[in-house]
């Protein structure tokens, strides 16, 4: 059932891809603003009871919904299944960035790169050269496809229904949204959200760094994993992504991190990962990992399935 929920919410997205932020994070935003205006007084306990309406009440929501429609019919849970993978994954949410950046270097377009860059991070990206920016955008794109493919995958597999893939969600959510306001914001409001998402992700974390060893140098991805990924700060407020980059790095045979320029004064960020200077055709060789990473992942749920059918 997993494994073709999966399958069904891949096919799906590549035909009509969801516009993520009208649909899923503009009423996500809505609700938290809610929560913070009404809960928000600076505590950290604050910021727990209003994680746990959002979260939880989500959550609860998304399981009950299944259970009421696998009840009826099976056909119905699974049918919710794909429609709540739908809004809480995928590829085409950052890929058309990642698309346009590589399409732009090829044509030697630096300044349309630089732009692209830019609006997908958020910050400006003036005065980076062609290396800069194929390295930061392979960063974004191993960090996003961890965040909205292989995190979700990994939830939606570890706990019954859509329930996993609705807490990753909202829980990433939430640590962006609440997870990265200063303390004199906010006060320690938003402390737990990032708390509770450094839990949550643990585990997906290392599946995804995992899945990129296997399926990429498997020696050195390893080896940047156990020394490298430490180092790794990165601007992520919820934590963690270094494991991952560095991982993906070693696979990929690539440098990532290192200093660059970015609002007119040089960032202090780790070097990473092993081999050459990022360029375009790093760049795409970072998409064949990630999507041979996706098949072990559904030939790993194949063969459980099958252990599972046999097993009966």
Not at 17 to 28: C, S, T
Not at 106 to 120: C, F, N, S
Not at 182 to 211: K, N
Request: glycine share 10%; net charge negative; charged share 15%.
């Amino acid at each position: 059932m997993a494994l073709l929920s999966l399958v069904a919410v891949l096919l799906l997205e590549q035909i009509r891809p969801l516009p993520y932020r009208w649909v899923v994070y503009e009423p996500l935003s809505k609700l938290a603003r809610v929560l913070e205006s009404f809960f928000n007084a600076g505590e950290r306990k604050h910021g727990v009871v209003a994680w746990l309406i959002a979260a939880g009440g989500l959550v609860v929501v998304a399981g009950a919904v299944y259970a009421a429609l696998h009840a009826l019919n099976p056909l119905l849970g699974w049918l919710w299944n794909v429609l709540v993978l739908y809004l809480t994954m995928g590829f085409r949410q950052f890929s058309h960035y990642y698309t346009d950046i590589q399409m732009a270097l090829r044509m030697e377009d630096v300044p349309h790169a630089r732009e692209l860059l830019g609006e997908w991070r958020g910050r400006p990206a003036d005065g980076l050269s062609s290396s800069d920016i194929a390295r930061l955008a392979i960063e974004e794109a191993l960090g996003a496809s961890h965040r909205h493919v292989f995190g979700v995958i990994v939830c939606f597999v570890l706990l019954p229904g859509p329930c996993g893939a609705v807490l990753y969600r909202v829980a990433a959510f939430l640590a962006d949204f609440w997870g990265r306001r200063t303390a004199m914001e906010s006060g320690d409001f938003g402390t737990f959200s990032r708390q509770a998402f450094a839990v949550i992700d643990w585990l997906p974390l290392r599946a995804t760094a995992a899945a990129f060893a296997v399926v990429g140098n498997f020696e050195d991805a390893v080896y940047c994993w156990r020394t490298q990924a430490a180092r790794w700060a990165g601007g992520d407020s919820a934590g963690g992504l270094g494991v991952v980059l560095a991982s993906g790095a070693g696979a990929l045979g690539v440098r990532l991190g290192m200093p660059v320029m970015e609002l007119g004064e040089i960032s202090d960020r780790a070097e990473i990962g092993l081999g050459e200077e990022a360029d375009v055709d790093f760049m795409q060789s970072a998409v064949g990992l990630v999507w041979r990473a996706l098949l072990l992942c559904l030939l790993l749920l194949l063969l459980v399935s099958i252990a599972g059918l046999v097993g009966r």
